[in-house]
């Protein structure tokens, strides 16, 4: 008997924003109590929570809440990969037979400012060497000088995403912008204005996975979930070294290596893929996701956005929940907002931002550790 | 105030050089010394004082002090690549973007990052540019 392959049997997310008064375990709460609900209220006999900043046994406080403690709950710190690292383990753990059905959420309340973080060394926070967007940034200047991507095109990942957005209810800002406003944004590090970088903040998101034995009708199925970290060498990768060596090109990236872990997994490659939510923290870091994913050939990534292509409407649409440029991102509920945007875009109930006739579905977080995820969805 | 100065770290850098090693196993220089090879996990590492010289490699100004940080903004950050092989994240002296170009060469040079509540000064590695 081969291993049963895992279906989404139930999603649920609380919006992103700031929600003053709301505790981290409210949030959870709200996405679990949907998720389950959509699922059918099924038993399930493990809970995986992703979460950055909810501090200990932040899991356990959702359920506990809900009176539904009991099995396992492992609470998992992967950065903004947190949520993917959390389906990673439940659907292992369904594929192997140990869980019928697994119940998967991600919850954060995000400090407000620039976000302190361990992973610095008290002397590099004094030396000023912890500024995550000017780390954003070298990369972003990287990627215009090696693939020709413009400050326009990445103006263009903004006005794109949130036009999206618009639609999404989920989201955090729901207004259009154009380029000369995005370019109007005070510079934060050069050339990354303040539109350009997504907004830290609060939600969460939840999925019920079970396995497919027993003929799931017409469900979507999680066709891989992969994490990777960085190999060792690359200056500008996300593991935030302080240095590396030259000779780095032959080095891929994690997003690469989770892509492509994330691809043989489901038997699928890059021109299967109908709609994708990728990693926008900054709008280089999205036109940077579709070379690392192998979605575009290297140097395209500026002409895709410039031409619409990653637009919904337009030939792989990239972020039509919005991205993170329009949701904000609560790191250990990020990657399961992605699942739960394209559950509803493969079921075909998106309303105005739907893809038409989306079948295989593509979401990737990217971040601290390094750690970055590909979960694979098809219908 | 006394006067004294006092490295951000002991052990990072000296007057004119940055302090790494090299390993013996995969010949590759790091930064700054560790115990073990973090490319290869040897424990064949002896010191290496990196060159003060190199060239601009990635460039940017942080314009809002990041946490932690107590000295002025805006100032320069960047990447500087060194003759060993090596890419440093640095501060920049230059803390506009536009007089900074790819490939230029700069130097190291040691400078204050703020006083301490003793009065010390406390100073860290950066890198200017050569003219």
Redesign the interface.
């Known amino acids: 008997m081969s291993n049963p392959s895992v279906v989404i049997a139930g999603t649920g997310i609380h919006p992103f924003g700031r929600f003053d008064g709301t505790s981290v375990t409210d949030l959870g709460v709200a996405a679990v109590t949907d998720a389950l609900a959509a699922a059918g209220n099924p038993s399930f006999q493990a809970a995986f929570c992703g979460t950055a900043y909810a501090g200990v046994a932040a899991g356990h406080k959702v359920l506990g809440a809900l009176g539904l403690t009991g099995t396992p709950i492992v609470d998992i710190e992967a950065g903004c990969a947190s949520g993917g690292a959390a389906l990673m383990l439940a659907a292992g753990a369904i594929r192997a037979g140990q869980y019928d059905c697994a119940l998967v959420f991600g919850i954060e309340k995000m400090p407000k400012g620039?976000?302190?973080?361990s992973f610095?060394e008290?002397?590099r926070?004094?030396?000023?060497?912890?500024?995550?967007p000017?780390y954003f940034?070298?990369r972003a200047?990287?990627l215009m000088?090696e693939s020709g991507v413009t400050k326009d095109h990445l103006a263009e990942v903004v006005v794109k995403n949130r036009r999206h957005g618009v639609h999404n209810p989920d989201a955090m800002f729901r207004k259009e912008v154009t380029a000369e406003e995005v370019l109007a944004s005070?510079?934060?590090?050069?050339?990354l204005h303040l539109w350009m970088l997504c907004s830290p903040n609060e939600g969460a998101a939840a999925v019920v996975l079970r396995a497919a034995t027993s003929g799931t009708p017409g469900g979507v199925t999680l066709a891989a979930a992969a994490l990777r970290s960085h190999l060792?060498?690359s200056?500008?990768n996300e593991g935030t070294?302080?240095?590396?060596?030259?000779?780095?090109d032959d080095i891929p990236a994690p997003t690469t290596l989770a892509a492509r872990a994330a691809y043989e997994e489901a038997g699928l490659g890059p021109d299967d893929i109908d709609v994708v939510e990728c990693q926008d923290t900054d709008a280089a870091r999205e036109l940077l996701s579709y070379e690392e994913l192998g979605l575009v050939p290297p140097g395209d990534a500026g002409k895709w956005i410039a031409e619409g292509a990653t637009a919904v409407g337009g030939r792989l649409p990239v972020n039509p929940s919005g991205g993170l440029l329009s949701k904000g991102e609560p790191l250990g509920a990020s990657a399961l907002g992605q699942v739960v945007e394209l559950s509803t875009q493969l079921r075909g109930e998106a309303g105005p931002r739907q893809v038409d006739g989306a079948r295989v579905a593509l979401g990737h977080t990217v971040g601290r550790g390094a750690n970055a995820s590909v979960v694979l969805l098809r219908r | 105030m006394d006067g004294k100065v006092a490295p951000?770290?002991e052990g990072l850098f000296s007057a004119d050089h940055l302090l790494?090693a090299r390993c013996a196993a995969c010949e590759?220089h790091?930064?700054?010394r560790s115990w073990r090879c973090?490319?290869c996990g040897s424990d064949a590492v002896s010191e290496a004082a990196l060159s003060g010289q190199g060239t601009l490699w990635?460039?940017?100004?942080?314009?809002?002090?990041?946490?932690?940080?107590?000295?002025p903004v805006p100032?320069g950050?960047?990447?500087v690549?060194l003759p060993e092989?090596?890419?440093?994240?640095t501060?920049l002296t230059e803390p506009d973007?536009t007089k900074l170009t790819?490939g230029m060469p700069v130097h190291l040079v040691v400078d204050e990052?703020h006083a301490d509540d003793d009065g010390n000064s406390?100073v860290?590695y950066a890198f200017s540019p050569s003219s």
Do not use: K, M, N
């Not at chain 1, 005070?186 to 050339?191: A, F, K, N, Q």
């Open positions: 620039i976000i302190r973080s610095f008290p002397w926070e004094e030396a000023g060497l912890a500024s995550t000017a940034a070298l200047q990287r000088r005070r510079v934060v590090c050069e050339p060792p060498g200056v500008l070294p302080l240095a590396g060596i030259a000779d780095d | 951000v770290r790494g590759r790091h930064f700054p973090p490319y990635a460039w940017t100004a942080v314009t809002a002090a990041p946490p932690g940080y107590r000295g100032f950050f960047g990447v690549e092989g090596v890419r440093v994240i501060r973007p790819f990052l406390v860290s």
